[in-house]
Structures are given as structure tokens and as C-alpha cells.
């Protein structure tokens, strides 16, 4: 058994391993803890799982499971809990926007007893406008359609205990929406503050495309408020409909028959519309209520540094 397992996932970072890996030797070495580093090479297709296996070959430390393919970010963390040993678990992303130094902070709040140590990013400039107002709208959203309390800037750089990982792992969802689900288990939670820096090589992984699904998977997971509101927006244009159709036969026995086109052709367009995104919405929810039945595992390991066999590896 180890004190801590640092998990990394990572898409095509094989420049920052290097680096991410004296950083972290530098900050835990002196600690004295028995630490292991599980990177999840998540479907690269650049050089990062043979630089993993030097990283291992040179420090006992290192581990390292490869995924059969590119399973996306919240899986690939998964993978790597699944494959983590340790009494407290730190998971981070690979490209060192998640400051190593702040590992000693997040174990010490482990030690006071807390079992999820939430790390909160501050705000920097170094964040395009864009991200920094979405990330706000979107939680938001999630705090007004969910029970769960979403607290922003919590992302993926958390450390949890054992007994809040087992937690985590006995939930049987295929949608991992990581930072939900551990705000969902409860037990000790507290926030701390850090100062996000940027990229150190390469190109952001989270393309819009991820991240518009990264928040429906938040939403549709985390709340069914919106089926509740698109019965309200039914009540409220059945109503209206209704209100419409009394004024028109008020209106026809008073002598006056409304003139009708316009009125027609836009109660079409907007009913067709209103209609179209509730069946959309009733859709998100079937296409998951499908992807849970089908039970399919979560992924498969293709490669580990370790000396087992790799389909043992994979989840049962
Ligand atoms: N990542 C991954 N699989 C993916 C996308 C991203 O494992 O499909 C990893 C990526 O290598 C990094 C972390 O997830 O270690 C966070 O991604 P990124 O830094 O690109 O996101 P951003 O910081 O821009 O939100
Ligand atoms: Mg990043």
C-alpha cells in the first residue's frame, strides 16, 4: 500500500511528461511519503507511452496503463483510480496548469482529515475570455438546475481519500462526470485556492466540441430539471394558445374575424420549435437511459508498464 497516488491522464503530452515528472519527484521526494505516479495514456498518438515506459524504467515510482483508444478525459481518470493503490489519491492534468507545489497543501488537509480536497482555480489572465465566461455561465446553470452544489472553478485537480475513492468507484454510471460525483458522495469536502498557470507545451485537448459535451453529460447527469421545465414551457404555450383562441371568438361574435396568416404561420413555427427541443431533451435522457443498459465496460487497457496482463487490467 502506498500514501499517495498521483493520478495524470493525458492526450498527446509526451513534452511534459518529462518535466511534470521532476516537478513532482522534487515536491514529494523531500516529503517522505510513499508515492506512486499512475499516468493514463489516454489514445496518444504521439510518443507518450514509450516516454512513460523510460520515465518507469528509471523510477520504481512510475506506473503507467494505456487505454485501447482515446476514451476522453473523465474516463481516462477513471481508469487511472481504478489503477491507483494509494491511502490518498491527488488527480491532475499533465500539462502543468495544475501546479505540483500545491501537493504538500492538498495532503495536509488530507491529514486534518478531510476526505475530498476540492483545488479551486483562481481566476488568471493567462485565460482566454471565452473559457473564463463559460466556465462562469455553465456553473451557473449547473447550480440552478442541480441538488448537487457545483462549486466554480472546481475542476479536475483534487485529492481524495480511500474511503471517498471507494465511494466514487461503487457508483455504477458510465457518464463519469468526475467532479459531480465526488461533490455527490459527500463525507468531508473542503476547498482550497490555487493560482492556475499556463499550458507548458502544446495545445489544449479540450476542443468546444468536448467541452459542450463535458456540461450536457454535467446537466442531463446531475439534474432532471429540464424535463420539469419543458413541461412548464408546454403549460405556458398551451395557455397561451388557449388565452389566443378565446380573444379570437370574442372577437368573431362581436363582428370581427381576425386576419389570420402571420398568426398562423408564426404559432406553427414556434410550436414546431418548442416542441422539437423538448423532444431533443426527452432524447439526451433516452440516449443515456440506452448507453447505461447496454453496460458496456468503461474502457479497455491496451499496455502497462507494469508486468500484468493487460486485459486483466481492464475493468470487469
Ligand atoms: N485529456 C485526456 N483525454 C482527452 C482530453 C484531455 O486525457 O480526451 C487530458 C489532457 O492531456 C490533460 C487533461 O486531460 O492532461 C486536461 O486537458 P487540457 O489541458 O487539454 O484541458 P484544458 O486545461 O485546456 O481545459
Ligand atoms: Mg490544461
Known amino acids: 500500500m502506498k500514501d499517495l497516488s498521483i493520478v495524470i491522464p493525458l492526450l498527446n503530452e509526451a513534452e511534459n511528461l518529462p518535466v511534470i515528472h521532476r516537478r513532482l519527484t522534487e515536491v514529494l521526494q ?4 510513499r508515492y506512486e505516479i499512475v499516468f493514463v495514456d489516454d489514445g496518444s498518438t504521439d510518443a507518450s507511452f514509450q516516454e512513460i515506459r523510460t520515465l ?3 523510477d520504481k515510482a512510475v506506473r503507467g496503463v494505456s487505454l485501447s483508444r482515446n476514451f476522453g478525459h473523465q474516463v481516462a481518470l477513471t481508469a487511472g483510480f481504478e ?9 491532475m492534468d499533465a500539462d502543468l496548469q495544475h501546479p505540483p507545489e500545491m501537493l504538500p497543501e492538498l495532503y495536509k ?48 485537480f483534487r485529492l481524495v481519500s480511500r474511503r471517498a475513492l471507494q465511494a466514487y468507484l461503487s457508483l455504477p454510471e458510465k457518464d463519469r462526470f468526475n467532479r459531480g460525483l465526488f461533490a455527490w458522495i ?7 485556492p490555487y493560482q492556475e498557470t499556463t499550458r507548458h507545451a502544446g495545445k489544449s485537448k479540450y476542443t468546444l466540441k468536448k467541452m459542450v459535451y463535458l456540461a450536457l453529460d ?39 374575424t381576425i386576419e389570420g396568416w402571420t398568426s398562423i404561420l408564426v404559432t406553427v413555427l414556434l ?11 426527452l432524447g439526451e435522457y433516452l440516449a443515456r437511459i440506452y448507453r447505461e443498459t447496454k453496460n458496456r465496460p468503461l474502457y479497455f487497457v491496451k499496455d502497462a508498464t507494469d508486468a500484468v496482463d493487460p486485459v486483466l487490467a481492464s475493468p470487469k
Open 30 to 33: 523531500p516529503t517522505g511519503l
Open 56 to 58: 518507469a524504467q528509471h
Open 83 to 91: 489503477h491507483s493503490q494509494g491511502e490518498a489519491i491527488i488527480s
Open 109 to 156: 488537509h488530507f491529514q486534518r482529515g478531510y476526505d475530498v480536497v476540492h483545488a479551486i482555480r483562481k481566476d488568471g489572465e493567462h485565460m482566454s475570455v471565452l473559457k473564463r465566461k463559460t466556465s462562469v455561465w455553465f456553473y451557473r446553470l449547473m447550480n440552478y438546475l442541480s441538488d448537487t452544489h457545483f462549486h466554480p472553478g472546481a475542476a479536475d
Open 186 to 192: 459527500g463525507f468531508n469536502q473542503v476547498y482550497v
Open 218 to 256: 454535467g446537466i442531463i447527469s446531475f439534474s432532471a430539471r429540464p424535463l420539469q421545465l419543458s413541461f412548464f414551457a408546454g403549460l405556458f404555450f398551451g395557455c397561451a394558445g388557449l388565452l389566443y383562441a378565446l380573444f379570437a371568438i370574442v372577437m368573431y361574435f362581436r363582428g370581427q
Open 271 to 281: 410550436m414546431g420549435g418548442v416542441q422539437l427541443v423538448v423532444i431533443g431533451i
